[in-house]
């Protein structure tokens, strides 16, 4: 199956600081690619859809001057955590769709202090 | 909205046991179904799928049955091996909302030898 990667697998961050994530489609072309998040032992919540050359877009809830999500090229989005706070500290997941199926990324731990 | 429900886990079983892993859900119409795979350290893997009514996904043994009448997509494995030992996601895309999907909570499985 096509192959997405993410970078960096792991993160750690001081308070107030800014985290840029990269997702990327190795060896395919998205269009659409996807943002979760998943807290301990729960479940991948949506937080974003993301269209290349356009605006992504917001699931209800999700602050978008806070996840800041570009998806400038067809092979890779990126996600930042603005001003990222102890509980924006979580695993982040991407994923790419290439129709009809949806790849994803093996996730972003992200600890903030 | 659309949602999932899946078993609580952990799940622990032995070598060759008969597993299940119970997936309910609900939605409008005709959601398409799946079944991901997520082994430590990895991102989501598609196990299998079903996207209409009676329709039977089977991926390594696992199989599933799409059965609108109880609004369900139970997992099933006949004799489980060490090698299964994961976090086991259902999940749909429904009829709106194009390609999203919508995560059951996960069941995490641990085969002892």
């Known amino acids: 199956g096509a192959v997405v990667s993410q970078h960096p697998s792991r993160v750690i961050c001081k308070s107030g600081t800014s985290v840029k994530i990269e997702c990327r489609s190795l060896?395919?072309?998205?269009?659409?690619m996807f943002w979760y998040r998943q807290f301990p032992k729960q479940s991948l919540m949506l937080m974003a859809t993301s269209n290349e050359g356009s605006k992504a877009t917001y699931e209800q809830g999700v602050e978008k001057d806070k996840f800041l999500i570009n998806h400038a090229s067809l092979t890779l989005s990126t996600l930042t955590v603005t001003s990222a706070h102890p509980e924006d500290s979580s695993f982040y997941i991407c994923s790419a769709m290439d129709p009809p199926e949806q790849f994803f990324g093996p996730g972003t731990r992200l600890t903030v202090l | 909205g659309d949602s999932v429900t899946q078993m609580e886990g952990p799940v622990t079983l032995s070598e060759e046991a008969f597993l299940t892993i119970n997936c309910t859900y609900t939605?409008?119409?005709?959601?398409?179904l799946f079944w991901y795979v997520q082994y430590p350290g990895e991102g989501l893997q598609l196990l299998l799928k079903?996207?209409?009514?009676?329709d039977k996904g089977s991926n390594k043994g696992f199989e599933a049955t799409y059965r609108k009448e109880t609004t369900s997509f139970h997992l099933e494995k006949g004799s489980v091996q060490v090698s299964d030992s994961a976090v086991y996601f259902c999940a749909l895309r429904g009829v709106q909302g194009a390609q999203k999907l919508v995560f059951g909570q996960g069941t995490r499985l641990t085969i002892n030898p």
């Open positions: 079903a996207t209409k009514a009676d």
């Open positions: 939605a409008t119409g005709y959601p398409s």
């Open positions: 060896d395919f072309q998205a269009t659409t």
